[in-house]
């Protein structure tokens, strides 16, 4: 397979609706609640990727464009956006949608950066 093909094949998608215990004091999703499951969603694409122990090492910008109202759904996509010899890249989206209705925007994107770890807990190189 490709590298092309495995980032096609590694890209992520989850579902989550936004319930109360997630948002702020202004019923919108808590910046800390969409890193978490952000940060959840790389790491599932990362290990889908190359099959290795991955741990996150840093995020890069989050950027929040629009508020995510509690009661609506989000879609966060993950997708591999660099490999290296023992570190690669995860960009994720997060879309938020009406439950109700057709409406869907981009609400938060993030770049998340991983390190493939062996059982000694170092870096080892990716399996591409």
Avoid: W
């Amino acid at each position: 397979m490709t590298i092309e093909e495995k980032i096609k094949a590694s890209e992520t998608r989850i579902f989550k609706a936004v319930f109360p215990n997630t948002t702020n004091h202004y019923d919108t999703l808590f910046g800390g609640s969409a890193m978490m499951m952000m940060d959840e969603v790389a790491f599932i694409c990362a290990t889908r990727f190359c099959r290795q122990k991955m741990v996150t090492v840093s995020s890069d910008r989050i950027d929040f464009t629009h508020p995510i109202p509690a009661g609506t759904i989000v879609e966060l996509v993950a997708t591999v956006s660099h490999v290296g010899n023992t570190s690669m890249k995860v960009n994720v989206d997060i879309f938020v949608e009406q439950m109700y209705s057709e409406l869907r925007e981009k609400a938060v994107s993030g770049s998340f950066s991983f390190v493939a770890m062996d059982e000694y807990k170092k870096p080892t190189p990716i399996i591409k």
